[in-house]
């Protein structure tokens, strides 16, 4: 089974700067996808960012960004000129081509900002 | 466009009571899932459904049962309610495509049993 780590239960940052959040996959499939969801304190989860497995070019969306490294299974999310707004808990999440197109989620990394 | 939409939003069970969580969409989603989430962590697979009438197991099925006669309800059935059980649940669809396809979230159900 695909497991999903993220080894940073919480973080913080200062408004304006930039954080970084961490998170490893393991799979032994080709092709698949990653994503980031944000999850505010109201519980909707929010799709932050999308990496598609071939493509070797990092996505970007504004201020986020990811640094895919498909042979270390890593996807790492960058957060530049922090807002309070960012502040939530933040999930990896894997998918793959199989029956249902299921996601697979990390435990989550809870990100504070501080004014 | 309501999008998923999950009811109750808040519910507390007696050990031992049933309830069933209801879920919709109007996207004509093929995909429906249900997830739980336990204080601090993610999300794991309860049940899935890649269309009406099919319906499967993922990670933590026991305690649960779902149906799927509707390609826009997928209720989520709970017959002996236990603490253990005490969780938000989350609803969710997506359509068959590109593995870049986006799932779709309900706003949670936060169910305690005591």
């Known amino acids: 089974a695909q497991t999903v780590t993220q080894s940073q239960p919480e973080m913080s940052v200062q408004e304006a700067e930039t954080v970084t959040l961490s998170c490893t996959y393991d799979?032994?499939?080709?092709?698949?996808?990653l994503f980031w969801y944000k999850q505010p304190p109201s519980r909707q989860m929010i799709l932050v960012i999308r990496?598609?497995?071939?493509?070797?070019q990092n996505a970007t969306e504004n201020r986020f960004s990811v640094n895919f490294q498909k042979a270390a299974k890593s996807f790492s999310l960058k957060i530049s000129d922090s807002q309070l707004g960012d502040a939530a808990m933040y999930f990896c999440?894997?998918?793959?081509?199989?029956?249902?197109?299921?996601?697979?989620f990390g435990e989550g990394t809870q990100l504070t900002v501080n004014p | 466009n309501a999008g998923v939409t999950q009811t109750p939003k808040f519910r507390i069970l007696k050990i031992g009571q049933s309830m069933t969580l209801q879920c919709t969409q109007d996207?004509?989603?093929?995909?429906m899932y249900w997830y739980r989430q336990d204080p601090g962590m993610g999300l794991k697979l309860i049940y899935y459904?890649?269309?009406?009438?099919?319906?499967d197991k993922g990670e933590v099925p026991n305690g649960y049962n779902v149906s799927r006669s509707t390609t826009e309800d997928f209720p989520l059935r709970l017959e002996l309610a236990a603490p253990s059980q005490t969780s938000v649940y989350f609803c969710?669809?997506?359509?068959?495509?590109?593995?870049?396809?986006?799932?779709?979230f309900g706003q949670g159900t936060r169910l305690t049993v005591v």
């Open positions: 969710a669809s997506s359509t068959p495509g590109p593995l870049d396809t986006e799932a779709f």
């Open positions: 799979t032994s499939e080709s092709d698949y996808y």
């Open positions: 990496q598609e497995a071939y493509k070797q």
């Open positions: 999440a894997y998918k793959e081509e199989t029956s249902g197109s299921r996601l697979t």
């Open positions: 996207m004509n989603h093929n995909y």
């Open positions: 459904s890649v269309g009406a009438g099919i319906t």
